[in-house]
C-alpha cells in the first residue's frame, strides 16, 4: 500500500496527547510531487525550546508530521516548481489542539528552461548578460518586466527555468557611457542589445511560449551590431544662474536603464557616450529637502546630439488632508505616478497630505481607503477630480489635494471550494467594480488569499455598487491584480450588489486554469510589442 494511503489509514490512530499533520503534494493534474522540502517549526515558546521537524515528501508526495499541540508554522518548497499563488515558498500558520488530525493537498507548477547560444555576427560565442522578460501589469498597465538575469559562458551557452508564459529574451554586453575616449560625432558599431532569435528591437523579436516542465531547446541569439552615440549637455540651476553639478540622471523612455552621470564639470557639462538610437529622458533628482528638479526629453537618431540644456529649478509641493464624513477614522494612503515615466511616488496614511518636490509633468493619483472605508471623493485645488484623478503640474508649484473618505463602506466574505467539494487553500480571489472606480487603487480591484479551509474575506471598504468576484485555480498574481484582464473572464464570476454598510457571504468554485491560460494567450496575441 502507498504511503500516503497509510498514512491516512492509521491517522486516527495519533496518541491523544498529540496533533497530527498529513498533507500530499501534486501537480495541478493530479500526477505527485516527490522530494519537496516540507518543514513544520514550533511558533509557541511557552512549550519550551522551539523545534522544527524537516522532511521530503514520498514517491506518492505524501507526508506526516505528529506533533504537540501549540501553535506551528508549515512549509513546502521544491526547486524547480512554484506553489499555489504562484509563489516559490509556501507557508501557513497552524494552531493544533490535542488529537488534531490536519489532511491538505498542495498543488505545485513545474518550472520550465530555456537554453541556448549566444554568438556574434561571425558565429563566435558571447559571454554576456541575458534577461528574460515578459510582458507583465504594473499599476494596470501591460509593460515589459523582467523575470530572470542570467549570463553566457565562456562558450556562449545559457540555461534559465521560469514559470510557464509567453517570454522575449536578450543579450547584452555592458559599454563604458562615462570614459574611453570621445568618438568626435562619428559613430562607431558596436554588439548591443539583442532579442531572439537577431532584433534589435522587441516588436521584432520572436516570443517563446513556455509550458509547465517544457525544455526549450536551440535558442540561440546572434548578437547584432549598432552604431552609437554621445549625448552632450550642461545642467543649469535656473534659480541661481549657476551650473549644476550633481544629481543627474538618464535614463529610456520606458523608465528602465537607470544612468547616473556622474562625471559632470564644474560648469554643468557633462557626456554620455555609447548610446543607441532612442528617447532619452535626462533627470535632476533633489539632492536636499524641497530641493530644484528638472527634465528633458532626449531623441537620438542618426549623429550624436550635442548643446542639450537641462533646467533645474523649482518644483511642484503638494499637501492637503484626508478627512471623513462623518468625522471618525480619516486613514488613506495616496499614490501619485508620473504619467511620463511611471515613477510612483507616495504612500501617505495620515490626515495631513504632504508630497516633496515634485518634477514638473503630470500625475495620475490613485487612493486607497482604510478598513471600513472608501473613498467618497477627491479634489485638486478645490475641483472635484474623483472620476478623472490627474493632476497637471507642468505650470503650478503647488497646490492643495483633499481626500473624503466614508466609514460606511461594504464587505464581502465567503468560502472556495473545487468541483470535488475540497476547500481551495492559498487560491487568489479578486472583486472589481463593474463600473470604473478610477481613482481607487488598481481602479478598485482588491484581492486576497483564501484559508486553509478556503475561507476568504474583504474588509468593509467597498463603495457601494456591482462588483464581479472570482476565484482562480492558478494565475500569475500580476494578471489577477489587472482590472483588463480579469474584466475579460466576467462571465465566469459572481455579480453581486452592495449596498452602504451591506455584508455579502459567497461560496466560489475557482476559474480552471485552461481558462485562465486560454485568455491570457489571447491577450498577448493582441498585444503588440513595443
Known amino acids: 500500500m502507498r504511503p500516503f494511503l497509510l498514512a491516512l489509514l492509521f491517522a486516527s490512530g495519533a496518541a491523544a496527547q498529540n496533533a497530527r499533520v498529513v498533507g500530499r503534494a501534486i501537480t495541478y493534474s493530479g500526477e505527485p510531487v516527490p522530494d519537496v522540502t516540507v518543514a513544520l517549526g514550533e511558533t509557541d515558546p511557552k512549550n519550551g525550546p522551539l523545534t522544527a521537524n524537516y522532511l521530503k515528501t514520498d514517491s506518492d508526495g505524501g507526508f506526516v508530521f505528529d506533533v504537540h ?22 507557508t501557513m500558520p497552524l494552531r493544533l489542539a490535542a488529537g488534531d488530525v490536519r489532511n491538505f493537498t498542495f498543488r505545485f507548477t513545474p518550472k520550465g528552461i530555456i537554453s541556448g547560444r549566444v554568438v556574434d555576427s561571425d558565429g563566435k560565442p558571447l559571454n554576456t548578460d541575458l534577461v528574460v522578460w515578459t510582458y507583465a501589469y504594473v499599476q494596470n498597465r501591460l509593460q515589459l518586466a523582467r523575470v530572470l538575469n542570467e549570463r553566457s559562458d565562456s562558450q556562449g551557452n545559457f540555461h534559465g527555468r ?70 552632450r549637455g550642461r545642467a543649469v540651476d535656473t534659480a541661481a544662474g549657476a551650473a ?76 492637503g488632508s484626508i478627512k471623513s464624513e462623518d468625522g471618525s477614522g480619516n486613514h488613506a494612503e495616496i499614490t501619485l505616478t508620473d504619467m511620463e515615466t511611471n515613477v510612483v511616488i507616495g504612500g501617505h496614511s495620515t490626515s495631513e497630505v504632504r508630497f516633496p518636490i515634485l518634477v514638473p509633468g503630470k500625475y495620475s493619483v490613485s487612493v486607497k481607503a482604510g478598513n471600513l472605508a472608501y473613498v467618497s471623493s477627491v479634489r485638486f485645488n478645490g475641483q472635484d477630480i474623483t472620476a478623472a484623478p490627474e493632476l497637471d503640474l507642468s505650470r503650478v508649484t503647488s497646490g492643495t489635494l483633499d481626500v473624503l473618505v466614508s466609514s460606511k463602506g461594504a464587505g464581502v466574505e465567503g468560502i472556495v471550494k473545487y468541483r470535488s467539494g475540497e476547500p ?20 478598485g480591484l482588491q484581492t486576497v488569499t483564501t484559508g486553509l479551509a478556503g475561507e476568504f474575506g474583504f474588509s468593509q471598504n467597498l463603495q457601494p455598487g456591482d462588483y464581479y468576484v472570482a476565484a482562480w485555480e492558478e494565475i500569475d498574481p500580476a494578471l489577477a491584480r489587472s482590472i483588463d484582464f480579469v474584466a475579460r473572464l466576467r462571465d465566469d464570476a459572481q455579480l453581486i450588489t452592495l449596498k452602504e454598510g451591506s455584508h455579502a457571504a459567497l461560496e466560489l468554485i475557482p476559474v480552471e486554469r485552461e481558462r485562465i491560460a486560454a485568455e491570457a494567450s489571447r491577450l498577448l496575441n493582441e498585444h503588440k510589442p513595443d
Request: aromatic share 6%; with cysteine; charged share 20%.
Open 69 to 90: 499541540p501549540g501553535g506551528w508554522m508549515l512549509g513546502l518548497d521544491k526547486e524547480g516548481f512554484l506553489a499555489e499563488g504562484h509563489i516559490q515558498h509556501l
Open 162 to 231: 521560469v514559470p510557464p508564459g509567453r517570454y522575449y529574451i536578450s543579450a547584452a554586453q555592458s559599454l563604458p557611457h562615462e570614459s574611453g575616449p570621445s568618438v568626435g560625432g562619428l559613430a562607431r558599431e558596436e554588439p548591443v542589445r539583442t532579442y531572439y532569435p537577431s532584433a534589435l528591437a522587441i516588436h521584432d523579436a520572436t516570443p517563446l511560449d513556455l509550458g509547465a516542465g517544457e525544455e526549450l531547446l536551440g535558442i540561440d541569439i546572434r548578437m547584432r551590431k549598432q552604431p552609437l552615440y554621445s549625448l
Open 244 to 319: 549644476w553639478t550633481r544629481g543627474v540622471y538618464l535614463k529610456n523612455d520606458r523608465n528602465q536603464g537607470i544612468l547616473p552621470i556622474s562625471k559632470i564639470a564644474s560648469d554643468g557639462r557633462f557626456e554620455v557616450l555609447n548610446l543607441p538610437p532612442g528617447t532619452y529622458i535626462l533627470e535632476a533628482q533633489p539632492t536636499r529637502p524641497n530641493g530644484p528638479v528638472g527634465r528633458v526629453v532626449v531623441k537620438i537618431t542618426g549623429s550624436d546630439v550635442d548643446g542639450v540644456v537641462l533646467p533645474i529649478g523649482p518644483g511642484s509641493e503638494i499637501a
Open 424 to 443: 481551495a487553500l492559498n487560491t487568489l480571489i479578486c472583486i472589481w467594480p463593474k463600473l470604473p472606480q478610477p481613482v481607487n487603487a488598481y481602479e
